[in-house]
C-alpha cells in the first residue's frame, strides 16, 4: 500500500499541480491510498475522493471550531 505527499511554495494549487499524484494514483490502482499537497494557501479541498489539497500550516495550527 502506498500515500504520496507533496509540497508546493505556491498559494494555489491547479489541477495541472495534481498531474504526477494522478499518474501515480492510477500506476498503482487499488495500491494507492491517498494522496495529500501542501501548498501556502489557507483553503483545504478534495481534488478527487483520495487526493487532497491543506494548508501547510495545518500540520501545527490547531483546528478551528
Not at 492510477?26 to 494522496?35: A, E, V
Not at 501542501?38 to 483546528?63: F, K, Q
Request: glycine residues 10%; hydrophobic residues 40%; positive net charge.
Amino acid at each position: 500500500m502506498w500515500h504520496a505527499h507533496e509540497v508546493k511554495a505556491a498559494s494555489r494549487v491547479l489541477g495541472g499541480d495534481l498531474e504526477s499524484l494522478v499518474k501515480l494514483k492510477r500506476k498503482l490502482g487499488s495500491q494507492f491510498l491517498g494522496g495529500v499537497v501542501l501548498y501556502t494557501g489557507t483553503r483545504a479541498y478534495s481534488y478527487e475522493s483520495d487526493l487532497h489539497v491543506l494548508p501547510v500550516d495545518r500540520l501545527w495550527r490547531p483546528r478551528s471550531s
